[in-house]
């Protein structure tokens, strides 16, 4: 299957710094990302969505200013959540379309901890 | 207002038997259907798919089974083994539009030894 692979796997920061997390699709072209975070023992959330080239489209509820979203190849999408806080600690997954599939591959995820 | 529904949280079976998870939609939109496989701390994996012009589809030892018309899906487990044991994502979209996958809930699925 395709494979999605995300960077860092988990990272640590202070209260009030931006980090950027990046998604890749590795073998293959994805015109459209998803972004989504997962609190424990619930489900997934999607927070946005990403075309190439393009704004992103945020899910109701979901900070534009605060979770930037970056697409800009067919395999590179970021995100990058600024003036982090400790309520912004999550799992934050990426997943991507391929034109030649209808399946949705997801990444392997990004642990998030805000001190 | 949640348009794909998996209404047990959990599910226990012994090793060897039939695990049968359950899943239900209400937007009679969604034409295509995908089942997930997630460990903790993991992203999603994913298992199988089926289209709705089709009503099974079969790998190995997962089996997904479509109702259209009750806007039903299941999937099949046989025999179930010790490494299922994970949360198991029922996720649906529009096809002709790559629209963004519904997920959802998920049930936890345990396999006893």
């Known amino acids: 299957g395709a494979v999605v692979s995300q960077h860092p796997s988990w990272v640590i920061c202070k209260s009030g710094t931006s980090v950027k997390i990046e998604c890749r699709s590795l073998?293959?072209?994805?015109?459209?990302m998803f972004w989504y975070r997962q609190f424990p023992k619930q489900s997934l959330m999607l927070m946005a969505t990403?075309?190439?080239?393009?704004?992103?489209?945020?899910e109701q509820g979901v900070e534009k200013d605060k979770f930037l979203i970056n697409h800009a190849s067919l395999t590179l999408s970021t995100l990058t959540v600024t003036s982090a806080h400790p309520e912004d600690s999550s799992f934050y997954i990426c997943?991507?379309?391929?034109?030649?599939?209808?399946?949705?591959?997801f990444g392997p995820g990004t642990r998030l901890t805000v001190l | 207002d949640q348009q794909v529904k998996q209404n047990s949280p959990s599910l226990s079976v012994q090793e060897g038997r039939i695990s049968i998870l359950n899943c239900d939609y209400t937007?009679?939109?969604?034409?295509?259907f995908l089942w997930y496989k997630k460990y903790p701390a993991e992203g999603p994996t994913f298992l199988i798919s089926i289209s709705s012009i089709k009503d099974k589809n079969e790998d190995g030892r997962f089996t997904v089974f479509l109702n259209k018309s009750a806007k039903h899906l299941s999937l099949h487990i046989v025999p179930s083994q010790p490494g299922d044991s994970a949360v198991y994502f029922c996720?649906?979209?529009?096809?002709?539009?790559?629209?963004?996958?519904?997920f959802g809930p998920g049930t936890s699925l345990s396999v006893i030894p």
């Open positions: 996720a649906a979209r529009k096809k002709t539009s790559y629209d963004k996958v519904i």
């Open positions: 997943s991507a379309d391929t034109s030649v599939t209808d399946t949705q591959y």
């Open positions: 937007n009679s939109m969604f034409d295509y």
């Open positions: 073998d293959f072209q994805a015109t459209t």
């Open positions: 990403s075309n190439e080239g393009s704004k992103a489209t945020y």
